[in-house]
């Protein structure tokens, strides 16, 4: 049922479950809405359409790691090369014309191929990490005709660690099922890369069609082309819709980072848009200024650039003892609050929200009556916010770094919620 002859990527049922499902999604957030403590009322299906979940932002998030990735790579004389790691024939149900596969192994899905890929990759990062090599960049899981998933790699690294970065990936990549590396070809099949000619084109070039047929089909210019795998000319806006079917049926995450800093610290930093640098650290300002203008080389660099081992970055994230249980009765998780820069504390997330219902709207009555609010009192941590907002040193008595105009949380939320509404 899943070929280039019949249905692309996935079976056709699969591809009406996700529409379906998408579109229950969406009704559920058009009938939510999320309240701060200071009253300001936003709709989930507009908080959606402002983050991630909107494809254009993402593909917008990605380009921007890639090009920041690749400005890192020339300014540092590294050199990029782009991979192709493919599953074994065994974990192909169909040939490329769509003939059955007499080496398959009956039973195996997209999700066992998938993860005996990540359990080789995993490998060679390891063996990578004993050696010293350095490596960063992305990757993006894509289907075969037939939904078996295969990874395009775009991976930066010192010249000098080439040769060596290719031999340990190529090594892990042709290990499964070694009866079939027999040929050239065979070998090259599962694991294929091309070194990246700054002179005729930039890295994110090489890529940028990957990360838009596995979102939308689209670029920064519209539909990026057809579709190759498909039996004949289709645009890649229309089999992308197929593509995300695909990963959500079997539960693949299409995109990941390779190295670098956090990208969730970078996404904490976003949301500190409205500082000033009066009485900021120079550091911390210049990589507060390089995550709210998208330059995520100058990011990488302020955080310690790519050598730095996590744990010694001076950007960490920061999270507290949630102080309650979870539905299981266990003691939740810590929540996330915030960054520390050095050791000091930045808190980032200023609001408690509540979701709820949207209250019905009654024809020809102004100010319907709304939900009423759960049990939960969010303003009871107004005081804990308070006490929290400024960047203290870490020692009792501290000096706050962040300027007095903002030691008031409740004006920058303010501030920063009139912004986000315009």
């Known amino acids: 049922m899943v070929h280039r002859r019949a249905g692309l990527y996935c079976a056709d049922e699969t591809v009406r479950w996700h529409a379906d499902q998408t579109r229950r999604n969406r009704m559920m957030l058009e009938g939510q809405e999320a309240v701060n403590q200071f009253g300001d009322t936003f709709g989930l299906d507009e908080l959606a359409d402002k983050g991630l979940a909107k494809a254009a932002n993402r593909r917008a998030d990605l380009m921007v790691r890639i090009r920041g990735f690749e400005d890192y790579a020339r300014e540092h004389g590294h050199v990029g090369i782009f991979i192709t790691w493919t599953a074994p024939s065994a974990y192909h149900p169909r040939t490329a014309d769509g003939r059955a596969n007499p080496r398959y192994i009956d039973g195996s899905t997209p999700r066992d191929a998938h993860a005996l890929i990540s359990r080789q990759w995993d490998k060679a990062r390891a063996k990578l990490g004993h050696m010293g090599i350095h490596r960063y960049g992305f990757r993006v899981v894509e289907p075969h005709h037939d939904g078996t998933p295969h990874w395009h790699m775009l991976v930066f690294v010192a010249p000098e660690n080439l040769d060596a970065l290719v031999s340990v990936l190529a090594k892990y990549a042709r290990a499964p099922e070694p009866q079939e590396m027999t040929t050239p070809a065979a070998r090259r099949a599962r694991f294929d890369f091309k070194l990246i000619d700054w002179k005729r084109g930039s890295a994110a070039g090489y890529i940028a069609k990957y990360i838009a047929k596995n979102i939308d089909g689209c670029g920064e210019a519209g539909p990026v082309g057809d579709d190759f795998e498909a039996s004949g000319a289709q645009s890649t806006a229309d089999t992308s819709a197929r593509v995300r079917a695909w990963a959500s049926r079997w539960g693949i995450r299409q995109f990941q980072q390779i190295g670098g800093p956090s990208v969730t610290g970078y996404r904490e930093l976003r949301r ?142 303010r501030a920063s919620v009139h912004a986000h509404r315009h």
């Open 272 to 413: 500190l848009r409205h500082l000033t640098a009066d009485g900021i650290p120079t550091d911390f300002h210049q990589v507060l200024q390089a995550a709210n203008d998208g330059q995520w080389h100058h990011y990488v660099t302020g955080c310690g650039g790519i050598d730095t081992p996590r744990a010694e970055r001076p950007l960490q994230l920061a999270r507290h003892d949630a102080g309650r249980l979870n539905r299981y009765g266990e003691a939740a998780a810590p929540e996330l609050i915030g960054v520390e820069w050095k050791g000091a504390l930045v808190e980032t997330r200023l609001y408690q929200w509540e979701i709820r219902k949207k209250a019905p709207q009654e024809a020809g009555k102004a100010g319907a009556a709304r939900a009423p609010w759960t049990r939960v009192n969010n303003c009871t941590r107004t005081k804990s916010v308070h006490s929290r907002f400024s960047v203290i040193d870490g020692k009792s008595g501290g000096d706050p770094v962040f300027p007095p105009s903002l030691t008031t949380p409740h004006q920058h939320a």
